[in-house]
């Protein structure tokens, strides 16, 4: 059984930062890719970020390059998003997810997908 628990979320004025975390447990999470990901209300969930499990390689949304880094540290099973210069659209539930590869499928949010975690709640607002 593989579990992704996520964590960090909060409000936070517009322009500001914070820091959200991703702790696996079980089944060998370090062999995953890890995929952020995020939901805003009435609106799909998309994909946000990705760390390649094979060469560490990263890879960034558009609407989220240069300002939001990801990060990984095996020795504590987690995988970081920091996320600066937050912007009010940036509002949205943030999740995690262990996937067999960094693809993303905008149709099938699922694709690759082995487990996700249940969210961690970023507001931004002044």
């Known amino acids: 059984q593989l579990q992704l628990v996520e964590s960090g979320g909060g409000l936070v004025q517009p322009g500001g930062s914070l820091r959200l975390s991703c702790k696996g447990s079980?089944?060998?999470?370090?062999?995953?890719?890890i995929g952020w990901f995020r939901q805003a209300p009435g609106k799909e969930r998309e994909g946000v970020s990705c760390?390649?499990?094979?060469?560490?390689?990263?890879d960034y949304a558009d609407s989220v390059k240069g300002r939001f880094t990801i990060s990984r540290d095996r020795s504590k099973n987690t995988v970081f998003l920091q996320l600066n210069s937050l912007k009010p659209e940036d509002t949205a539930v943030y999740y995690c997810?262990?996937?067999?590869?960094?693809?993303?499928?905008?149709?099938?949010?699922?694709?690759?997908?082995?487990?996700w975690g249940k969210g961690t709640r970023v507001t931004v607002s002044s």
């Open positions: 997810a262990a996937k067999y590869t960094c693809v993303t499928k905008p149709t099938n949010i699922d694709f690759d997908v082995r487990s």
């Open positions: 079980g089944d060998r999470f370090n062999d995953y890719s």
């Open positions: 760390f390649s499990r094979r060469d560490g390689s990263t």
